[in-house]
Each structure stands twice: as structure tokens, then as C-alpha cells.
């Protein structure tokens, strides 16, 4: 399986993980900026930009398993993750099967939202056999992105989050409208050893619009993970 990376730098090794519909370059920048001091392997995920799809897939673990073959492919045993949206929502994962050393997570996916009005009547109606048009990202997916979709916003890891006992940087814009503040507040109660920072003004790709002060802000971070 190819799977389309950039790995500069060396020491500890960092790993970007895009949302969902993007690739690789929304992550540039930091990895430029960060590859002063640190590994930084930068990847389009399976099925996005450059990346094949995973063959045999059957479940979001199957995701989660394909990205720890990649890594140790490239000898990184114990990661840490910058990942922004459904790419956080991975590494969330991720961080409950394998060993990682911290995560910086940014517009987080991972929490389900209370279903709307509007959502239970999709779901009332499809049960009745009535069909109807699904969001834009699945209709424009493949068939193999579709389920991975499916999977994703189906599975809500509150409970995963619980057991994360390692260093977590949560950055959020305040007006994301994607991923409410409110789920990145609720990160923070469920992780025990995370931080929640807000760029106001922001909204879910606060991360890009301001990667400089993002990447000052992760690098104390990271600074503060030795000492």
C-alpha cells in the first residue's frame, strides 16, 4: 500500500495527521517550522491525497491498525501526534491500543453531538425506507471513505478518553463551528493530564490561519514534556 509522506528533521518524532477531506499540506507549514527540532512525519491519510485505501478494511480499527504499520515502518514506537479534526479523532484511538508519548489535538473529533431535530427525522425516515441525500463529505466519498465516515461519526470515544494517561495539548478556535468548543472543553475534563488553549476569533482551521503561534505554543509544549 502507498502511502504518500515527507519526513524531515530527526530527534523525536512528531506525527501530522490532517481532517478529514484535506491532506498533507494543510500540515506543511508546521512541519517546516517544527523540523528544526524534531522528526516530523507528515502523511496524507488512507484514502486522502496521495494515499492508497486500505484493501481489507472492516472497521475504524482497521484505520487505526494501518497507521501503526506505517509508523513502524519507519521505526517510530512511541509517537507524538499534532492532529487536527478526524485526524485527532485517530490518534485518540490510536493513543488507546498503542504506546504514544503526548498529543497535540486541535478542532478534535471524537465526541458525538446530541442528535438535532433535523437528524432524527433523516433517521425516522430512513427507517421508514424513505431515502435522502447524506452530507456532502460522504456523497462525494468512495466507496471505501463512506464506510470509513460511517464508522467514524458512529463511534464516540468518551470513554477511551478516560484512559489516556499521557500529556494532551488541546488547541481550539473559539467559533468552530465543525467541533463546538464545547467538545474541546469536554476533552479536557475527560483527559487527565491535558490542557485546553483557545485562540479567539478562531474557528476549526484556527490551527492554519495562525500556524506560527500554533507551532510557539506546541513547541513549549513539547519542551515541557522532559523536564
Known amino acids: 500500500m502507498n502511502i504518500n509522506s515527507l519526513i524531515t528533521g530527526h530527534q523525536q518524532p512528531l506525527v501530522f495527521l490532517h481532517g478529514w477531506g484535506a491532506s498533507m499540506q494543510l500540515m506543511n507549514p508546521h512541519a517546516a517550522l517544527l523540523s528544526h527540532d524534531y522528526k516530523c512525519i507528515n502523511l496524507d491519510l488512507f484514502g486522502f491525497g496521495k494515499s492508497d485505501e486500505i484493501e481489507d478494511y472492516h472497521q475504524f480499527e482497521d484505520y487505526v491498525d494501518a497507521l501503526h504499520t506505517f509508523l513502524i515502518s519507519k521505526d517510530v514506537y512511541d509517537p507524538i501526534f499534532i492532529a487536527h479534526s478526524f485526524g485527532a479523532r485517530v490518534a485518540i484511538a490510536y493513543a488507546s491500543k498503542y504506546p504514544v508519548k503526548a498529543m497535540v489535538l486541535t478542532g478534535a473529533a471524537g465526541i458525538r453531538a446530541p442528535l438535532s431535530l433535523k437528524r432524527k427525522l433523516r433517521i425516522f425516515l430512513h427507517h421508514k425506507g424513505f431515502h435522502m441525500k447524506g452530507s456532502y463529505d460522504y456523497e462525494k466519498g468512495s ?13 464516540d470515544l468518551s470513554e477511551v478518553m478516560k484512559e489516556i494517561m499521557v500529556p494532551v495539548l488541546l488547541i481550539w478556535g473559539e467559533y468552530d463551528k465543525e467541533t463546538p468548543l464545547w467538545m474541546g472543553k469536554r476533552m479536557h475534563e475527560l483527559m487527565s493530564q491535558s490542557t485546553l488553549i483557545v485562540f479567539k476569533g478562531g474557528d476549526h482551521f484556527a490551527y492554519y490561519q495562525e500556524y506560527a503561534r500554533f507551532c510557539f505554543i506546541v513547541k513549549q509544549f513539547l519542551e515541557g514534556l522532559d523536564q
Open 143 to 155: 466507496v471505501f471513505l463512506r464506510k470509513v465516515l460511517v464508522d467514524a461519526v458512529n463511534q
